[in-house]
């Protein structure tokens, strides 16, 4: 792997993105990706998200943008050379097999003949596509097609990997495997960056996660630090409240169906779980469970695009609506 002097492999500032219209699909993106991760970019249709992968792979051209990828400034070509894209609703061409399909986008990458025979054929054993490698794109279905982009993603052996929707169309034991795929990736030093909107996939592989809203960035960092305020212990119990929840000051009780109590203790010390248990054996109270809780990436999301004013979901292109009635307001 290849190294470079930039603290992060992506380090974005103040990129911003106004289509015809005035419709700002981005607006003072603040991102930062660390080298040997795999980092998941989230949110609603509209809020932006392919726009952004497509600016830093330079398919895009921004109206803004500044910071590095890989640490050299985004667009410079000799970095984008260690970097391998897949994009959403990607095309091959139909006339060409797997292999053929994995060599030839190598070639354009300058990868020499015997490397890219090579590469092709352990790619696409990694992928799960080696029955299939000498057939045709054409006979090909969605999630065979989205294996294949994968593995054309990695043929120039790259630092950084960009994959816009990369298990869009693929089967459970599909998204496994690509899940399987984006570890090993992580285990050899490589950085993966997943735009998803596949909540449960991102939250089993990413070190951290950005949740984009409206072409803004509303958080990032790791999902135990997003979900903080959230992690608690609940102890699922027989019959009604204990008396003396309140004598423990992080301790409170709900009511259950099946006459059962789950006392919430707003703390992650074990220690502090002790004493209750301790408690609730010397009533001779029956313990159902005993377990650590937080909130799920889907509630953070959730509660990261629901407009608290109204209490329902941002709607897309909401943000621009607004500026635009807002200067309108300001020239009358």
Not at 200 to 226: H, N, P, Y
Request: hydrophobic share 35%; aromatic share 4%.
């Amino acid at each position: 792997m290849t190294s470079d002097n930039g603290k992060y492999a992506i380090d974005l500032h103040e990129v911003d993105k106004v289509y015809k219209g005035k419709v700002h699909a981005l607006c003072s993106i603040e991102m930062k990706v660390h080298h040997g991760e795999i980092f998941g970019l989230l949110g609603p249709n509209g809020a932006g998200k392919s726009t952004l992968v497509k600016i830093m792979m330079t398919v895009v051209r921004p109206t803004k943008a500044k910071g590095t990828m890989l640490g050299q400034p985004i667009g410079h070509k000799p970095t984008l050379a260690r970097v391998g894209y897949l994009p959403e609703h990607h095309r091959f061409p139909n006339y060409l097999t797997g292999r053929q399909t994995l060599e030839f986008f190598a070639a354009l990458a300058k990868v020499d003949r015997p490397t890219r025979k090579k590469r092709a054929a352990s790619l696409l054993e990694l992928v799960g596509m080696s029955e299939w490698g000498n057939k045709k794109i054409s006979s090909y279905s969605k999630g065979m097609m989205q294996r294949v982009g994968i593995a054309q993603a990695l043929m120039n052996d790259p630092d950084l990997i960009v994959l816009d929707e990369p298990t869009d169309g693929v089967d459970p034991v599909g998204r496994r495997d690509i899940r399987d795929v984006l570890i090993k990736m992580k285990d050899q030093g490589k950085t993966v960056f997943l735009n998803s909107h596949l909540l449960s996939e991102l939250e089993m592989v990413c070190d951290r996660v950005a949740i984009l809203v409206q072409g803004k960035v509303a958080t990032q960092g790791t999902i135990d630090d997003l979900t903080a305020d959230s992690q608690r212990y609940e102890i699922v119990i027989d019959g009604q409240e204990p008396s003396w929840v309140n004598e423990f000051g992080d301790l409170r009780a709900e009511s259950r169906a099946n006459h059962q109590t789950v006392l919430i203790l707003g703390s992650t010390d074990a220690g502090k779980v002790q004493p209750i248990i301790d408690r609730l054996r010397s009533t001779q109270t029956t313990i159902h469970s005993i377990k650590p809780v937080r909130e799920s990436l889907e509630d953070l999301f959730m509660r990261a695009v629901t407009d608290p004013a109204t209490g329902k979901a941002y709607q897309p292109g909401a943000a621009s609506t607004k500026r635009k009635k807002k200067r309108a307001g300001e020239g009358s």
